[in-house]
Every structure is written in C-alpha cells, then in structure tokens.
C-alpha cells in the first residue's frame, strides 16, 4: 500500500505544479509586452528577437476601444550609469474626473484574441475577424471581417484555382461563387444556435463571452453569404450580355 500510496501523492503534486505553470503562462501571455518596447525605437511588435517583458502597474488598466493613448518611453541622458534603465509613461488623452476608471488601448483585436489572450470579449465586436484558408492551395490564410471586409483577397484564390483560362469567364465566375457558398454555409452550419436551451454547466460570464464570439462569427459568415451572391449575380449579368440567359435554383 506504501507504493500505491507513493504514487498518489506524486499525481497530486504533478497537477498542483500543473496549474501553478498554467497560471504563471497565463500571467505572463496575458500581461507580458515585447521587449521592443524598451528599444531607442520604440515598438509593440514582436519579432523572433524580442523577449516578453512585465510591467507591473501599467499592465493592471483595462482595454477601452479606441481610447486615445500614447506609450512615451524616456532614456537617460547619460548612458555611463548601468542602473540608469529607460522609464516608460502611458499618457491618457481623453480628460479623467476623480474616480472614474483609466483605461489602456489593446488594439483594434478580434474576440478571438481578447478571449484567448485576456480573458473577455466585446459584445458586436466591430473588429471581429474570421481566418478562413482554401483547401489543397498554397496555404495562404485569409482574415475577413464583418461587412465581408478583406474577401477579395479570397475570392481571388477561389477564381483563379477554379478558372479554365487565363481571363476568368461567367462559368468560372458561377463555379467560384457556387464553392465559396458551400463553404460559407458548411461554416455556418456548424455555429451553435443561437438559443442554445440544452442545459450545460459554464460559468455565466464564460457563456457571454460565447455568445459575443460566435455573434461575430455568424455576422461575418452571413456577410460572406452577400459577398457570394453578389459575385454571382455579376457573373449572371455577364452571361446575360454575352446573350446567354442563366436561371439559378434557389
């Protein structure tokens, strides 16, 4: 039973480490900055060389759309001084009244990011994004927005992989068009509805922050939708001027 008893305890420690490691990459994915920040030219772009950083203070402000801020960071005028580290300022540039909350800027982030990376998400996000990427391509990843923002991009690739000469006719037009609502649809089919009255255990603030996802995912979808049909009805005219008369099936 000593062995028995042995191992027990080692599982319970394994997963106490476990979610001690889980909380601390979460700390540090969530409030961690590029150590660019601290460079003379000043940057919140990570690249390969950069190493995340902590910013105890400047990192407790929560995320306000499209609040004006600037990061200012100040070096010392001599560089003799090895203690003489670079300062860093958040100016605010909306004016505050005493106890209203500050707030720090993100960025323009889809849910997608504000949920894995912080935690909430915004309720009709307008910075919502979905990244859809064309089976058996070069692989190329395309990000669309609401009011199908950046598809042409994506409808291109469709076209050009479908296209049977080089200059794109009606029929090619027809057949890219018909694919993308196929895909678009299959995506949309497999959003959870939106009242869900299957009983399922989650906390409620988890559950709005789904609710505000999949809100995005299904708007951007349906905007794609618009964006096919468009497409279709283009090529339908164009088949229309060439004295060819197209009916399509709902």
Do not use: C
Request: proline share 6%; no cysteine; aromatic share 6%.
């Amino acid at each position: 039973m000593g062995s028995v008893k042995q191992v027990i305890l080692f599982d319970r420690r394994s997963l106490r480490h476990r979610e001690f490691y889980l909380t601390a990459a979460t700390y540090l994915s969530s409030r961690a900055f590029p150590s660019s920040l601290l460079s003379r030219t000043p940057s919140l772009l990570s690249s390969p060389d950069t190493k995340p950083i902590l910013l105890p203070g400047i990192d407790s402000l929560n995320h306000g759309r499209k609040e004006p801020v600037s990061w200012v960071v100040s070096y010392p005028e001599s560089d003799t001084n090895a203690s003489n580290s670079p300062k860093i300022s958040l100016v605010l540039h909306n004016p505050s009244t005493r106890g209203q909350e500050l707030l720090n800027n993100y960025g323009a982030k889809p849910n997608s990011e504000f949920i894995l990376g912080y935690g909430f998400a915004l309720e009709q996000n307008p910075d919502d994004t979905i990244v859809l990427k064309i089976g058996g391509t070069n692989g190329k990843k395309w990000e669309v927005g609401r009011s199908a923002r950046g598809a042409e991009g994506l409808w291109i690739e469709i076209l050009t992989s479908l296209q049977q000469s080089p200059d794109p006719n009606y029929e090619d037009q027809l057949d890219a068009a018909g694919a993308l609502l196929d895909m678009v649809q299959t995506l949309l089919d497999r959003l959870p509805p939106e009242k869900d009255d299957r009983r399922v255990e989650i906390r409620p603030e988890i559950a709005l922050m789904l609710t505000y996802y999949v809100e995005g995912q299904r708007d951007i979808l349906e905007s794609l939708l618009d964006f096919a049909h468009e497409k279709e009805r283009l090529a339908v005219e164009q088949a229309r001027a060439e004295g060819i008369e197209i009916v399509l099936e709902d």
